[in-house]
Each structure stands twice: as structure tokens, then as C-alpha cells.
């Protein structure tokens, strides 16, 4: 089994807003870490039938992915279409708009809808600039196999 190294992993966002032209994914600039969580609610369904054990049902599925980068505000300000930083992010978590997000590496990519519901910017003394998100997925998370990541419909 081959372990795969944490860098090769990358959030992506399209390069324009969902309902604008076709656009290509753009890795989140500096980006230092992300974690992608999966959680499914579960219905207890025991009954007096169930022996004295717990039973379940899956019930709704949610996922979230936690992101860290590093602040530059040249990268935010450049070519929208070539880097994503924190600026552009903003825009979306400002406006309440739906963002489109691919995760993964060459050859495995989750694709979703999701929203901004937080972002942070850290400055300690003596200390690089950073800052930090979460995104809420809407709706499924898929799986897709195409590399580079091509933005599904």
C-alpha cells in the first residue's frame, strides 16, 4: 500500500462564480492544510424486539473540509483566474453565494456545492499572516476520477 504524502492533496474553486462561463480550478493559494469530514445522522430504531441492543438508520449526510493558507494580498489581487486567496473568498462569504469546490489529487477529486460559513485571519507577532475557513456542503459530494479536475454540471 502506498501512502499518499498530505501535499499532494489541494482544495480547488472555479475560476468564476457558479452560472458564469465554463470555468478552470484554481488551487487555493499557499494553502497549508485542509481536511475534508463526512458525517451521517443516525434514527435509533430499537424496539422492544431488539434484545437490549441500540438499532439505527443512516439518516441525512452532511460534510464540511476545514481549510489554512497562507495571506498575500498580490496573490488575491492578481489574475483571478491564475490564483485564489483570501480577497476572493470574501466575495463569496459576503455575498452568501454558492461555491463550487473540487479536493483531492491527480486521478481522485470530491466535487460539491458548499458555503463559506466562517473564515478567520490570524497575525501573531513575528509570524506569517494566515487565514482559515470552513466550507458547509449543500447537497451531495461526489466522486470523480478525471485529472485534471473538470468542472462538473
Do not use: C, H, R
Request: zero cysteines; charged letters at 15%; a negative charge.
Amino acid at each position: 500500500m502506498a501512502a499518499i504524502n498530505g501535499t499532494e492533496l489541494t482544495l480547488y474553486i472555479p475560476s468564476v462564480k457558479v452560472g458564469g462561463t465554463t470555468p478552470s480550478w484554481i488551487a487555493i493559494g499557499l494553502s497549508k492544510s485542509a481536511s475534508l469530514s463526512l458525517a451521517a445522522e443516525m434514527g435509533d430504531v430499537s424496539t422492544k424486539d431488539s434484545s437490549g441492543w441500540n438499532e439505527s438508520l443512516s439518516l441525512m449526510k452532511s460534510w464540511t473540509i476545514d481549510f489554512e493558507a497562507l495571506v498575500d494580498l498580490d496573490v488575491a489581487s492578481a489574475d483571478p483566474n491564475t490564483a485564489i486567496n483570501i480577497l476572493p473568498l470574501w466575495e463569496y462569504f459576503k455575498n452568501g453565494d454558492k461555491i463550487k469546490i473540487a479536493w483531492g489529487k491527480s486521478g481522485a477529486y470530491w466535487y460539491g456545492d458548499a458555503f463559506i460559513t466562517s473564515l478567520e485571519e490570524s497575525a501573531e507577532a513575528e509570524q506569517p499572516v494566515s487565514f482559515s475557513g470552513s466550507l458547509q456542503g449543500t447537497s451531495v459530494l461526489a466522486l470523480g476520477a478525471t485529472s485534471p479536475p473538470t468542472y462538473p454540471t
